[in-house]
């Protein structure tokens, strides 16, 4: 039987089986070079695609991979990798970024405190009068005050009095009540007050006009001591 002396035949291997891939199954950051510190990134693979793998860095945990019409690197722990990187090459690659310092603010210094005034609220009680200055008994006579704003702000005049006391007793013989209206004042602002009193009683005794601003004290002022003054004076026994 003759024998064959033809060579055996030799099957070329496949190319595409001898490059390894990697396949991506999360979205998958690309860098310039094989670290995070490598920003911007360049862009980023999604869940499915695949690439060619063509080498590693020196430590093996970042691939660089065909990346669009270029390369790019991708970190190796989250490739799953199709062929054998064992005959791949392995390079240093870019150089490492050397970060740019941080910019420190400068402390901006808080603004100025600035002096707002306070409010300085107080009333004051001037030029009380009684007129005539020595009432007759049983004849009306006029008394009055007026009342200033020293304040630095717009107040109210608040309630004021003004009443016919008989000392010795304390008996309240004539009074305005609650009738003085309070008014607004502008600082540095007046208001003339007056009323007619008739005393027919506690006659030959000493008798006290008392003018009272602010009754119930309101308002709170920086002075409440200027909020009342007392005239005196001795009815006559001259009734009609």
Same mark, same amino acid.
């Given at each position: 039987? *003759? /024998?064959?002396?033809?060579? #055996? =035949?030799?099957? $070329? !291997?496949?190319?595409?089986?001898?490059?390894?891939?990697?396949?991506?199954?999360?979205?998958?950051?690309?860098?310039?070079?094989?670290?995070?510190?490598?920003?911007?990134?360049?862009?980023?693979?999604?869940?499915?695609?695949?690439?060619?793998?063509?080498?590693?860095?020196?430590?093996?945990?970042?691939?660089?991979?065909?990346?669009?019409?270029?390369?790019?690197?991708?970190?190796?722990?989250?490739?799953?990798?199709?062929?054998?990187?064992?005959?791949?090459?392995?390079?240093?690659?870019? *150089? /490492?970024?050397?970060?740019? #310092? =941080?910019?420190? $603010? !400068?402390?901006?210094?808080?603004?100025?405190?600035?002096?707002?005034?306070?409010?300085?609220?107080?009333?004051?009680?001037?030029?009380?009068?009684?007129?005539?200055?020595?009432?007759?008994?049983?004849?009306?006579?006029?008394?009055?005050?007026?009342?200033?704003?020293?304040?630095?702000?717009?107040?109210?005049?608040?309630?004021?009095?003004?009443?016919?006391?008989?000392?010795?007793?304390?008996?309240?013989?004539?009074?305005?009540?609650?009738?003085?209206?309070?008014?607004?004042?502008?600082?540095?602002?007046?208001?003339?007050?007056?009323?007619?009193?008739?005393?027919?009683?506690?006659?030959?005794?000493?008798?006290?006009?008392?003018?009272?601003?602010?009754?119930?004290?309101?308002?709170?002022?920086?002075?409440?001591?200027?909020?009342?003054?007392?005239?005196?004076?001795?009815?006559?026994?001259?009734?009609?």
């Amino acid at each position: 039987t *003759p /024998t064959s002396n033809a060579a #055996p =035949t030799t099957f $070329p !291997t496949s190319d595409a089986a001898a490059v390894p891939m990697a396949l991506f199954d999360r979205q998958q950051n690309v860098r310039r070079g094989p670290g995070t510190e490598f920003v911007p990134i360049l862009g980023t693979f999604a869940p499915g695609d695949q690439a060619e793998i063509l080498s590693l860095n020196l430590t093996g945990d970042w691939f660089k991979v065909r990346f669009g019409d270029g390369e790019g690197w991708v970190y190796a722990p989250y490739v799953t990798v199709q062929g054998s990187t064992s005959n791949l090459p392995r390079e240093v690659g870019p *150089p /490492t970024p050397i970060p740019q #310092p =941080t910019a420190i $603010p !400068t402390a901006v210094p808080p603004p100025a405190a600035t002096n707002t005034p306070q409010p300085s609220l107080n009333l004051v009680l001037v030029d009380p009068f009684i007129d005539p200055p020595q009432p007759n008994c049983g004849q009306p006579f006029q008394v009055g005050m007026t009342i200033r704003n020293d304040s630095n702000q717009r107040i109210s005049t608040g309630l004021s009095r003004i009443q016919d006391v008989h000392i010795a007793s304390g008996t309240v013989t004539a009074s305005s009540g609650d009738g003085l209206i309070p008014v607004d004042l502008d600082p540095g602002g007046t208001h003339r007050v007056a009323v007619t009193f008739t005393i027919d009683v506690y006659v030959n005794e000493t008798h006290r006009v008392e003018f009272i601003v602010d009754v119930n004290n309101n308002i709170a002022e920086t002075n409440e001591n200027d909020n009342r003054i007392g005239v005196e004076y001795t009815l006559p026994a001259n009734c009609p």
